[in-house]
């Protein structure tokens, strides 16, 4: 039995989000597959962090030990990570940002202390972390705008292991611009379904 969080970070109202019913297939025909499994799932932009980035006017009231140690160990405790997340002006979504801000703490998620020189040793080598992305651009539109290159980056700093990444690009274009967002996701369910069965 795994335990599985899944984090959702779309702006966008969950019933038009094609990241996040992507997202919520792709973990019902997981279910199918993994029926003993803890599933948690977790809209980042209900979390405190949501409504609190970090400036230099308040990084003191809006940095928590506290919070970090909370979601940190939530990580640790977890098997399989699924993370949801559209491009939004060529970046991940901010709520998304400010997570990973409260999680890359220094010897919690990550350390130098025994790293080889100039390295680093990532200390979330528990997780396998699947990434769920959209973009409204045709993949390869835009070399130097990459979300889902910096998280698989990321994830890998700290340790985990990646699993294929699910890219469905070109949402803004013909033909997914002329549909809806539920038959974008039936437009990807054979995708979906491998994905799934292999996670």
Known sequence: MSKVLVLYSSPIQSEKSISTLLTKKFVEL???NNENDQIKELDLNELEMARLSQTSKNMPK???EELSNKYINLLKETDKLIISCPMINFNVPVVLKNFLDRIAVANKTFSYKYSAK???IGLLDNLTVKIIATQGAPEGWYQWAGHTSF???IWNFFG???SPTILVAGTK???YFEMQPQEIVEDNIKLLEKHAKNF
């Open 118 to 120: 100039g390295g680093s």
């Open 62 to 64: 809006t940095y928590s």
């Open 151 to 153: 998280l698989e980056g």
């Open 160 to 162: 985990a292991k990646l």
């Open 30 to 32: 997981y279910k199918k």
């Open 173 to 175: 274009v013909k033909p």
